[in-house]
């Protein structure tokens, strides 16, 4: 059974996201297909953390597919495809050592709780993930957010690209690309825009600079 964390959690994850989850479906198929997919070949083995309601993890063409989440009502939206791990990140994985290929994470390291359970968590994505294997992180930026970040309930640990690079050298990561802007804030309570839109957006990265309040950090485990 839930307990009290995940059964809050399933509420404000449902009131948030329900009215919209047609469209962030719709929005995930353009990201995936036209900037994501690059990173990883069809035979890889994948982990969404913080998977939601799987619109990346569902979308996404791979050989092994995994997705983590403590919201118990992840597991019904996911493929049969995807293998769920209902658990807390912080704690170990079920995975061997260097199983995976890549590690997904989008809007999800503002919801822990300090960076105590951040830096834990960041210790399972190394540890799981094979020498040359990736974690791609995405996540509001409280440098271009100002006080907006905290405008969700639950919005507990601030980042931005610069402070979760150096935590991600300090588990042994090498960073490849960052970003301090990637995409707007967020679609809770935004203009719908066309899917053409979006997919122009990806293309430009100019435009980023102009409406990304989001990071995008992809690291690389050498070893």
């Known amino acids: 059974m839930p307990d009290e ?3 809050e959690l399933a509420k404000v994850y449902g009131n948030r996201f329900d009215s919209v989850r047609d469209y962030r479906r719709r929005v995930w198929q353009v990201l995936v297909k036209n900037f994501f997919q690059r990173f990883l070949s069809e035979q890889a083995a994948v982990l969404d953390l913080g998977c939601g309601y799987g619109e990346f993890i569902n979308t996404v063409r791979a050989e092994s597919k995994f997705g983590m989440d403590l919201n118990p009502n992840s597991r019904a939206n996911l493929d049969a495809s995807v293998k769920f791990l209902e658990q807390d990140c912080s704690t170990k994985w079920p995975l061997a050592d260097g199983e995976l ?31 040359g294997g990736r974690l791609i992180a995405m996540g509001p930026n409280i440098k271009f957010t100002g006080g907006r970040y905290w405008d969700f309930w639950d919005h507990y640990l601030p980042l931005t690209e610069t402070s979760l690079s150096e935590g991600l050298v300090v588990q042994g990561f090498e960073i490849e690309r960052c ?9 809770v309570g935004a203009r719908q825009y066309p899917l053409w839109c979006l997919t122009l957006y990806l293309r ?19 070893r």
């Open 5 to 7: 964390r995940q059964a």
């Open 179 to 187: 970003h301090p802007r990637f995409l707007p804030y967020t679609m």
């Open 204 to 222: 430009l990265p100019w435009l980023w600079l102009l409406k990304g309040e989001q990071f995008l950090v992809i690291a690389r485990r050498a």
């Open 101 to 131: 290929d890549l590690v997904f994470t989008s809007n999800f390291f503002e919801h822990l709780p300090d960076k105590t359970a951040l830096g834990r968590t960041l210790e399972q994505v190394f540890r799981c993930l094979k020498p």
